[in-house]
């Protein structure tokens, strides 16, 4: 048996079940969508209810709503009957899970459901069915045939289920106009709650810390003063304004073509139009500034060109924003 190619088969199945999915996606997403964006509008919460591998997905389906802001809990079906129902609010939505939409939990609870006014979105493969039929809006996640070799076990089925629940949780954040600093409410520790927290101007080295020189200057006294400062770019600036900036990475390139190029004029060497973001901004405009341009150094600009900080990768790390 080759280990590889049958974990390449079942990838290809699952994606195959994806696309599948992703092409009998309906006006009935819509609907719930907007259903569910009322909901939390009006301070209600998702409900959301599997039974068995199901039940597990809505757990993480669950976990990514809460984490963008959408209120949503995990309503186990059998606890329900004994007394859970309780948890349901007038005016909350129900996601229900189940791939045949006939589970006896799912299906005794939902005339209980229906008695107190939730309307239920049905995540089913089998959209005929009882849960289906009850159901305001259905979304279909069937699937041709699972990637288990045996056709049995949940697999293709569960990760249509799982990625449907990525869908309507992205969907859902984009409608509400969910903001990155919205997302930082929600993540305040680790990196990407710092990032997402924390200003470039909180992190930035700027006055005495920024290497100048002017546009006449030598490209030695350029790396003697990034040396002085202890930082990887020399920002030439003339008037207060930026003319250009000068990297250690840059005289590399230049001394392998020229041993005297200590000599020159910083001017003739210098990147006339670096990238640089404005000052005020979050930091993790500066993390994806320097990664998306695979750069290690940035110039931060305040108004009319002037140049009012720099950072650097190691400026980050040392943050703890990498």
């Not at 992703?22 to 909901?39: D, M, P, V, W």
């Not at 199901?54 to 802001?69: D, F, P, Q, R, V």
């Not at 101007?201 to 006294?221: C, F, H, K, W, Y």
């Not at 993790?284 to 140049?307: F, K, Q, S, Y």
Request: charged share 20%; hydrophobic share 40%.
């Amino acid at each position: 048996m080759n280990y590889i190619e049958a974990a390449r088969t079942v990838i290809e199945l699952e994606k195959e079940a994806l696309t599948g999915v992703s092409q009998r996606l309906s006006e009935s997403f819509t609907g719930a969508i907007e259903l569910f964006k009322e909901c939390l509008a009006q301070k209600g919460k998702i409900i959301i209810i599997g039974v068995g591998k199901s039940g597990n997905i809505g757990y993480k389906i669950a976990a990514t709503l809460n984490s963008t802001g959408a209120t949503a809990v995990v309503l186990n079906a059998q606890d329900a009957l004994h007394g859970d129902l309780g948890m349901i609010d007038a005016g909350d939505v129900i996601l229900a899970m189940s791939y045949s939409g006939e589970t006896n939990e799912m299906i005794n609870l939902i005339p209980f459901i229906k008695q107190q006014g939730n309307k239920i979105v049905a995540l089913t493969s089998k959209p005929e069915s009882s849960l289906g039929k009850y159901a305001s809006y259905v979304l279909d996640s069937s699937v041709e045939k699972e990637a288990c070799p045996l056709n049995l076990a949940p697999t293709a089925s569960s990760t249509a289920m799982l990625v449907l629940g990525d869908a309507i949780a992205m969907v859902l954040l984009e409608a509400r106009g969910f903001t990155k600093d919205d997302f930082a409410q929600y993540h305040p520790s680790g990196a990407i709650g710092k990032a997402l927290l924390t200003k470039v101007n909180d992190i930035m080295r700027d006055g005495d810390q920024i290497p100048t020189v002017l546009p006449q200057a030598s490209v030695l006294e350029s790396l003697q003063e990034m040396s002085a400062k202890k930082a990887g770019i020399c920002l030439i600036v003339e008037n207060d304004r930026l003319c250009g900036i000068f990297t250690h990475g840059d005289f590399v390139r230049l001394y392998t073509k020229d041993h005297e190029a200590g000599k020159m004029t910083i001017s003739e060497v210098m990147t006339e139009s670096p990238v640089t973001i404005k000052d005020g901004l979050l930091a993790v405009e500066a993390v994806n500034t320097l990664r998306d341009h695979n750069i290690d150094d940035l110039v931060i600009m305040g108004a009319d060109r002037r140049p009012v900080g720099i950072i650097d990768s190691q400026d980050l790390a040392k943050h703890k924003l990498l």
